[in-house]
């Protein structure tokens, strides 16, 4: 089980906005930042958010992050049919002294 | 151009070891760390451990703690992932992934290895 928390499933219309959540606790995402990554099936994840709320050049601005406490929440806007995907968070743990990631939030477009 | 090559897929049986490799090219093998990243049919993502190629630093994850040992061979810029003692539940796809250092403490699973299959499986 992640200690990192995800809803299992999100969805939407294409053009509607969805958001995902992420929870964890003070030793993750109360202190570090936070990573969303993309996966596609059958292929490698792709870092879609960094620093929190940073985007890599490349990733358009309908995607977006944020953080409040101990939680963060990835937002897709404008939703697309090519952004169905596998979305993870991600986040260094001070007392594992190690990376976690979420168990995963599978987006369907309806 | 950055590149990330694994190893070919494996099948073991209970108890057996699995050994993969991830060639890496286009970059200074040593200035940047590896992590390996596993997931399970139909699961998440699971973060396996970390290697400096500088030091040969390690940092392993404590559910794996004591059955699986990263190295890295600087001379093929090559780094290797072995596991011990395998069970059903270690089945899944096995990342190598370069990282990358975004700044202030910040650090991204930049580029992936195409993943190797392992399956365990009597």
């Known amino acids: 089980q992640s200690v990192l928390i995800q809803p299992p499933s999100a969805s939407g219309t294409p053009g509607q906005r969805v958001t995902i959540s992420c929870a964890g606790s003070?030793?993750?995402?109360?202190?570090?930042?936070v990573y969303w990554y993309q996966q596609l099936p059958g292929t490698a994840p792709k870092l879609l958010i960094y620093?929190?709320?940073q985007r890599p050049s490349g990733v358009p601005d309908r995607f977006s992050g944020s953080k409040s406490g101990t939680s963060a929440s990835l937002a897709i806007s404008g939703l697309r049919s090519e952004d169905e995907a596998d979305f993870y968070c991600a986040a260094w743990d001070d007392s594992l002294s190690g990376w976690l990631f979420g168990g995963g939030t599978q987006v369907t477009v309806l | 151009q950055i590149q990330v090559v694994q190893s070919g897929a494996e099948v073991k049986k209970p108890g057996a070891s699995v050994k993969v490799s991830c060639k890496t090219s286009?970059?200074?093998?040593?200035?940047?760390?590896l992590s390996w990243v596993r997931q399970a049919p139909g699961q998440g993502l699971e973060w396996m451990g970390w290697i400096s190629p500088y030091k040969g630093n390690t940092n392993y994850a404590q559910k794996l703690q004591g059955r699986v040992t990263l190295t890295t061979e600087t001379s093929t810029t090559t780094a290797y992932m072995e596991l011990r003692n395998l069970r059903s539940d270690d089945t899944g796809v096995y990342y190598c992934v370069r990282e990358s250092d975004c700044g202030g403490g910040c650090y991204w699973f930049q580029h992936w290895g195409q993943g190797t299959l392992v399956t365990v499986s009597s």
């Open positions: 003070n030793s993750n995402i109360g202190k570090n930042y």
């Open positions: 620093k929190t709320n």
């Open positions: 286009g970059y200074s093998f040593t200035d940047y760390g």
